[in-house]
């Protein structure tokens, strides 16, 4: 069974202050991992992938691969009111597998 | 920006009747895909179609549930009897396949089975 671990929170920052949220998964075959943005009632909105090693960043946004301890992390630089939602973290098989194994989420809360 | 389409938004049905939920996947997409989120809990993957067949189903994903692409845009799902736990969102995805095959995914149907 592939699992998606992360916190449920609720994680509580100030504006301006760096969130980070952490997500582990059990099937070291993946290849492909994805955070989406959630807001209560909404679709899962896609935030970025990253699918080597090390960090990617776009924007005020970086996902950090580590796939030796298979952990994803999303920091979120300056963080806003506007970002207060549920971030989910999902993760793909790889090869010809693409559906998309999501973890229970983790919900930002950003306090003005 | 191109985005998927789904209809209805909200659909509300008894128990034992068939529903169908359709989806526009963005127009060069060549993968297309069903979750479902049951209220408050994790989005999880139902079906993958690509070339007018399934190509990924997961165990939820039994023999009340079908798939269908009947012209060139649309999607579709369909549960031939609902049960009460069938209530949930649905969301429709698609992706173009290519490098990290990123799936970008529609608005949801939110079904009420009674």
């Known amino acids: 069974q592939k699992e998606v671990e992360q916190n449920s929170g609720p994680l509580s920052v100030p504006e301006g202050a760096i969130a980070s949220l952490n997500c582990t998964y059990s099937?070291?075959?993946?290849?492909?991992f994805f955070w989406y943005r959630q807001y209560s009632g909404k679709s899962p909105e896609l935030i970025m992938f990253i699918y080597s090693n090390g960090d990617k960043e776009d924007g005020r946004f970086t996902a950090q691969l580590n796939k030796a301890s298979q952990y994803v992390s999303l920091l979120i630089r300056d963080s806003q009111p506007s970002d207060s939602a549920t971030y989910l973290c999902?993760?793909?098989?790889?090869?010809?597998?693409?559906?998309?194994?999501f973890g229970s989420g983790t919900q930002l809360t950003v306090l003005p | 920006e191109p985005e998927v389409t789904q209809t209805p938004s909200h659909q509300v049905t008894q128990m034992g009747q068939e529903v169908i939920l359709r989806c526009v996947p963005i127009s060069n997409h060549l993968y297309f895909y069903w979750y479902r989120q049951i209220l408050g809990q994790k989005v999880e993957f139902l079906v993958s179609f690509y070339n007018n067949e399934i190509s990924e189903k997961s165990e939820i994903f039994d023999d009340q549930f079908s798939v269908e692409r009947p012209d060139g845009s649309n999607f579709t799902l369909k549960i031939r009897s609902t049960k009460l736990e069938d209530s949930a969102m649905y969301f429709c995805?698609?992706?173009?396949?290519?490098?990290?095959?990123?799936?970008?995914f529609g608005p949801g149907t939110r079904l009420t089975v009674l």
């Open positions: 999902a993760v793909a098989p790889g090869g010809s597998a693409r559906q998309l194994t």
């Open positions: 099937d070291r075959g993946s290849q492909s």
């Open positions: 995805a698609s992706s173009d396949g290519g490098g990290a095959d990123t799936q970008y």
